[in-house]
């Protein structure tokens, strides 16, 4: 009878003694970065009246999960650089998955949302209020995390009722569906078939509405006279299209071709890019390019130099 191992290894980054050390180093950074910066953002957002507008909420969305997702990741795999045996159990592994892969999955619907919000506000300015109300903007946060993580617990379900009996070693740092799935010895078409549908539907639909929105975005812009008002008009997309290009680059290289052409040195460097490193420069992209942004932190900072005065 085909039998699950009851744990599995996870290879990491690299078996080199050498570059253990520094890699640690760098991932700390980064992920302190992560976290100030996100939780920075969050903060900025809550504290300032001036950015409390539907922009700014869904931006607060993006850094919450931004933290969480890498949070999921980032804190083992820095452990794992101190291990000599980077143990994980399966029901832990399938839990890594699901929150990481979920949260990623909303990810990229709250990118779309946040298209279709601009779209909104340069299309139809006098009735941006009223038609982004608060109401409509967290039901499309809720419709997000819905999508996001019913898309992923079908995924979740696929990946770990398949039967494993080759090794219990993941070619990888953290559990993701392809380096998990080159170790079955079952058939994977249902599973490749499950990825394109599911992955796709989520990907095409979403850079569907994020096209849609930045085709009619730019005509919109073309119309403007004034080529402040344009520049104007611009400036508001320009961290939204970073971040869109950004994230959507990795991921649909990483996930949008079947297991059988899995690439694992290259997909380990791209998965540390979009694990790792955007969620630190999410946050770093919305404060430099946005005026409001850096206004708020930098009065919330002021504020905190100035209460030893009156205490």
Do not use: W
């Not at 006098?126 to 019913?150: H, P, R, T």
């Amino acid at each position: 009878m085909y039998t699950f191992h009851s744990e599995l290894i996870l290879r990491g980054l690299t078996e080199n003694p050498d570059l253990k050390f520094p890699l640690f180093l760098v991932f700390l950074l980064i992920y302190c970065t992560s976290v100030l910066g996100n939780t920075g953002i969050i903060v900025a957002i809550h504290m300032d009246p001036d950015l409390h507008t539907p922009m700014y909420f869904f931006v607060s969305q993006l850094a919450m999960l931004d933290l969480f997702y890498t949070s999921v990741i980032t804190p083992n795999t820095l452990a794992d650089f101190n291990r000599r045996i980077k143990s994980i159990t399966v029901l832990r592994c399938a839990i890594q998955f699901l929150f990481y892969g979920g949260s990623a999955t909303t990810e990229s619907y709250l990118l779309a949302v946040m298209a279709y919000d601009r779209f909104v506000a340069i299309h139809q300015p006098l009735q941006y209020i009223k038609i982004m109300s608060k109401s409509v903007c967290k039901m499309l946060v809720a419709a997000a995390y819905i999508a996001g993580y019913f898309n992923v617990c079908i995924q979740t379900g696929f990946t770990f009722k398949l039967n494993y009996l080759k090794d219990n070693v993941i070619d990888h740092f953290y559990c993701d569906m392809l380096p998990i799935v080159k170790l079955t010895c079952s058939d994977i078409y249902i599973n490749e078939v499950v990825i394109f549908i599911f992955g796709g539907f989520a990907s095409v639909s979403c850079l569907s509405v994020i096209l849609y929105s930045y085709v009619n975005i730019l005509v919109t812009i073309l119309r403007i006279q004034s080529a402040k008002g344009r520049s104007k008009a611009f400036s508001t997309c320009a961290s939204h299209l970073t971040c869109v290009s950004i994230f959507y680059g990795t991921v649909i290289f990483t996930y949008l071709r079947p297991p059988s052409e899995y690439m694992q040195d290259n997909d380990k460097a791209i998965a540390v890019c979009y694990t790792v490193v955007i969620p630190m420069l999410n946050p770093i992209i919305y404060s430099l390019r946005n005026r409001e942004v850096k206004k708020a932190i930098t009065k919330i900072v002021n504020k905190q130099k100035l209460l030893p005065i009156y205490r």
